[in-house]
C-alpha cells in the first residue's frame, strides 16, 4: 500500500492525506505518518509544479545534451555528474547506456545563451570528450502529463 501512496503523489503533489487515504482505504494517520517518513527519508525528494511555459508566453529553449566523457580514477562518473550538477542552468543531470556518458537538460533564454553554456562550461572541461545538443521543438507530454492542444483543427486529424 505505501507504493500506492507514492504513484498518488507523482500523479497530483497536491493531493491531501484524507484524499489518499479515501483513494486507498487507509487511515488517514497512517497516509501521513507515511509521507512524514518518505519526506525525512528523502525517497520524496521534493514536489515540483509542472507548468506549460509555452501557454504563458515564455519563448526560452529546452536543450538536451549529450555529453561523452573520460570517467575519473576510482570516481567513474559520480563527480563529474555532481559537477555537471553544480551549473545553475542544468536542469538534469543523467548518467547513460549507450553512445554517450552523460545526459543534462537545460533551459535557456535563446539558442545562443544554450549554445554559449555548452561551449563555454561543458565543452572546455579536461574529461569531456565531445558533445551533441539537442533542442526540444515541442512538448506532448513531460512527467507524466498530456500536453494538448484544445484548438480542433489541427494540421493533421486523429486517427484512432
Not at 547506456?97 to 561551449?119: M, N, Q, W
Amino acid at each position: 500500500m505505501k507504493n500506492a501512496i507514492l504513484e498518488l503523489l507523482e500523479k497530483d503533489a497536491k493531493m491531501s492525506a484524507e484524499q489518499i487515504a479515501s483513494s486507498l482505504d487507509m487511515k488517514v494517520e497512517d497516509v501521513a505518518a507515511a509521507i512524514e517518513e518518505y519526506e525525512e527519508k528523502d525517497i520524496i525528494a521534493g514536489y515540483k509544479t509542472l507548468i506549460d511555459w509555452d501557454k504563458v508566453g515564455d519563448e526560452g529553449v529546452t536543450a538536451l545534451i549529450e555529453i561523452k566523457v573520460v570517467p575519473q580514477r576510482g570516481q567513474g562518473f559520480e563527480r563529474i555528474a555532481e559537477r555537471m550538477s553544480q551549473y545553475e542552468e542544468v536542469e538534469s543531470v543523467y548518467l547513460m547506456s549507450g553512445a554517450y556518458d552523460l545526459a543534462i537538460t537545460i533551459h535557456g533564454k535563446t539558442l545562443r545563451e544554450v549554445a554559449g553554456f555548452v561551449s563555454d562550461k561543458i565543452a572546455p572541461l579536461e574529461y569531456v570528450t565531445s558533445t551533441a545538443t539537442h533542442f526540444v521543438l515541442k512538448k506532448f507530454k513531460d512527467k507524466g502529463v498530456m500536453y494538448t492542444n484544445t484548438e480542433k483543427n489541427q494540421e493533421r486529424g486523429y486517427a484512432f
